[in-house]
């Protein structure tokens, strides 16, 4: 059964950092591809990082680059996204996933959690 949990997030003032955390379980890393995606109320989905399991390989959307970073624990199968100098428009849902290198579509979940920058 694949499990993707998360952890973290809340409420912080402009300027502040946060750490999100996503525990994995039920796949097969070597041939995935892990990343985060947010949604803001009113928007659509928007990719935040990504990260290759094999190679830890990364890339991020045109809006973090420079302040969030991706990062894994491989022996404990865990997935961060630390965020930095956060602004009121990095307000959303964030929501860990996983694709299968082949795919393009991210095909299993986290739960979601909300992070919410006060200006």
């Known amino acids: 059964q694949v499990q993707l949990v998360q952890s973290g997030g809340g409420l912080v003032q402009a300027g502040g950092s946060l750490r999100l955390t996503c525990v994995v379980s039920?796949?097969?890393?070597?041939?995935?591809?892990m990343g985060w995606f947010r949604q803001a109320p009113g928007k659509e989905r928007e990719f935040v990082a990504g990260?290759?399991?094999?190679?830890?390989?990364?890339y991020y959307g045109d809006s973090v680059k420079g302040r969030f970073a991706i990062s894994m624990d491989y022996a404990k199968n865990t997935m961060f996204l630390q965020m930095n100098n956060l602004t009121s428009e990095d307000t959303a849902v964030y929501y860990c996933a996983g694709r299968h290198r082949a795919a393009v579509d991210y095909s299993h979940w986290g739960q979601g959690t909300q992070v919410s920058v006060s200006s």
């Open positions: 990260i290759t399991w094999s190679d830890g390989s990364t």
């Open positions: 039920g796949l097969p890393f070597s041939r995935y591809t």
